[in-house]
């Protein structure tokens, strides 16, 4: 399994704490060989330069940088892994719609290789979830969503939840056991288990699903609309997650104008 540019390379945060934990038994060697690999005199010493200390400062800055966007995004992408394995089994089966959901988003957002490669991590998550028993990966998963909630923003966090429930709800149908383990994450994650009933609504035409959207009742005033609109595009805004690529932020993106449509279903039928 090579995982060059997608997981690899700057690993991040996600080395330590019950997430690197996770690597280390779904990967083996191979996340060994990486840690080998970002473990080097130039990641962890000085850089000294033939140009000169501001020339070798400059170097250092643009590199630390740029291992800190891959670090977030790698740890971003296994974190989607890890709590993807959770959601679809939480009915108690795999879905072969779900999986597919996921193959086709990895290979969309994220490219031919992340799809292989992805697939191959969810199987050995689900092997290790069968080993330990579901209750003790349960715990796992909750001590995981802890140390995404450490390490990611909210609006990071916001995209990785639109991420589990799009899988969700791949195969047409959310059962109530999968929406209980996205409102378990949700919270785990330090975020309202509201936010689960609000993307739930996504992609819908209906004026219900937008006030659902928007997570006002249909009776509230204009003002209150309002104030919760402006807060999801603050929440929202595709340039929140922009560190983490270019793919994600356009995911992103269309998640906003999902949003947006919501915003100007309610508006037109207000008046507004």
Not at 107 to 117: I, L, V
Not at 238 to 258: C, H, M, N, S, T
Request: hydrophobic share 40%; with cysteine; charged share 25%.
């Amino acid at each position: 399994m090579a995982f060059g540019t997608w997981i690899g390379g700057f690993l991040g945060w996600m080395t330590a704490g019950p997430l690197g934990a996770l690597a280390g038994i779904v990967l083996g060697k191979v996340f060994d060989s990486m840690m080998d690999a970002v473990n080097t005199p130039e990641t962890q010493g000085t850089f000294e330069s033939p140009f000169g200390q501001q020339a070798a400062g400059n170097y250092q800055q643009q590199y630390t940088r740029q291992r800190t966007d891959y670090g977030q995004r790698n740890s971003f992408l296994f974190s989607l892994l890890v709590l993807a394995s959770y959601i679809i089994k939480a009915d108690g089966k795999v879905m072969h719609s779900e999986m597919e959901f996921v193959r086709q988003m990895l290979r969309q957002n994220f490219g031919e290789q992340a799809s292989s490669q992805g697939d191959d991590i969810l199987k050995k998550l689900f092997n290790e979830q069968k080993r330990v028993g579901a209750a003790s990966f349960k715990n796992t998963v909750a001590d995981c969503c802890q140390q995404i909630a450490r390490n990611m923003d909210y609006s990071q966090r916001l995209q990785l939840l639109n991420f589990l429930v799009m899988i969700a709800r791949a195969d047409g149908k959310t059962p109530q056991s999968e929406i209980t383990a996205l409102k378990e994450c949700a919270q785990w994650m330090r975020m309202s288990a509201d936010e689960v009933d609000s993307m739930m609504g996504l992609g819908k035409d209906d004026l219900a699903s937008a006030y659902q959207v928007l997570g006002v009742s249909p009776n509230a005033s204009d003002d209150e609309v309002k104030k919760a609109y402006r807060k999801l595009a603050l929440e929202h805004h595709p340039d929140k997650v922009a560190a983490l690529g270019e793919d994600i932020r356009k995911a992103a993106e269309k998640k906003f104008q999902e949003i947006n449509a919501a915003k100007d279903r309610i508006w037109k039928a207000r008046g507004l």
